[in-house]
């Protein structure tokens, strides 16, 4: 039975085997899928020991872009992130790295959400492996500004000049910017500690701002806690994401993409 994985740090909330396990349901596929705890010292050695003879692994938090370094091949998405959430063992024993992070995360916007990102104002919180993947994608979706907001600015600067030329990006800091916009996504990881990024809460229009946590829980997050207390329009977390991106890399794995909108009704289902 070929042998897959997700591994991060912490990794023990993690739906990843769950929503595997359905796909190979689904699909009729014979695999195993197991979440590994890396210590933050030696992801390397984690993921080098399980892809021995494992075929394939999922990278989260806070590994991404260790991943990119670590791989010997990488796809357009992954090489322009700068981050890697995807691995795969070749036959010839070399790693290939891939990024469906950004994919994930258009085809729950814009599928299973229903949020048309043409001509919207968008912030992205964070300048880690989760926001590098996401910015390719959506500056493809062509909004009327992207801006990717860190607490520490030169990284969001950084982040934002490697996409100059490729759609309307711009960088700032957390409390550089107050005025209203049409979406939030955070990108941070801040929700897995119960924290929420230090912006305004003037970025919010009440009844009309829509804002999105890449994160997920049994309860809203902190960061849709608190846009809800600011009265965002609508607060969704990124149980979405997490199941488009398997899916993307379940398809790149086993060459054949699941159907996804039941695994989301079920795991909404057994998470409400």
């Known amino acids: 039975m070929d042998r897959y994985a997700v591994i991060g740090n912490p990794v023990g909330h993690s739906k990843s085997p769950l929503i595997h396990r359905l796909f190979a ?5 014979q695999i195993s899928y197991e979440a590994l705890l890396a210590p933050l010292d030696d992801f390397a ?23 990119w370094a670590l791989v010997d091949q990488r796809s357009a998405e992954a090489e322009a992130a700068g981050a890697v959430n995807t691995v ?33 104002r968008v912030l992205l919180l964070g300048a880690g492996g989760a926001a590098r993947g996401a910015i390719r994608p959506l500056l493809q979706a062509q909004p009327a500004q992207l801006c990717v907001v860190n607490r520490t600015v030169a990284r969001a600067e950084q982040l934002a000049a490697q996409f100059v030329g490729q759609g309307p990006i711009s960088a700032a800091g957390f409390d550089w910017i107050e005025e209203p916009v049409d979406l939030i996504i955070n990108a941070t990881s801040a929700s897995l500690g119960g924290e929420v990024p230090g912006i305004s809460a003037k970025l919010i229009e009440p009844g009309h701002t829509l804002c999105y946590d890449m994160m997920y829980g049994h309860e809203a997050t902190a960061f849709n806690r608190w846009a809800a207390d600011q ?17 993307e890399a379940f398809a790149l794995w086993r060459g054949i993409r699941p159907q996804t909108a039941s695994i989301l009704r079920k795991l909404r289902t057994s998470s409400a």
Do not use: S, W, Y
């Open 25 to 29: 349901e689904q699909t009729g596929q």
């Open 45 to 67: 050695g984690t993921l080098h020991g399980f892809l021995r003879d494992g075929q394939g692994a999922n990278v989260t938090v806070p590994f991404k872009e260790q991943a």
């Open 88 to 120: 795969m063992r070749l036959a010839d024993g070399r790693l290939f790295g891939d990024n469906t992070d950004g994919r994930g995360l258009l085809q729950d916007l814009q599928v299973n959400q229903r949020i048309a990102l043409r001509g919207l």
């Open 231 to 247: 009265g965002a329009a609508r607060c969704i977390d990124g149980l979405g994401m997490l199941i488009e991106q398997a899916a």
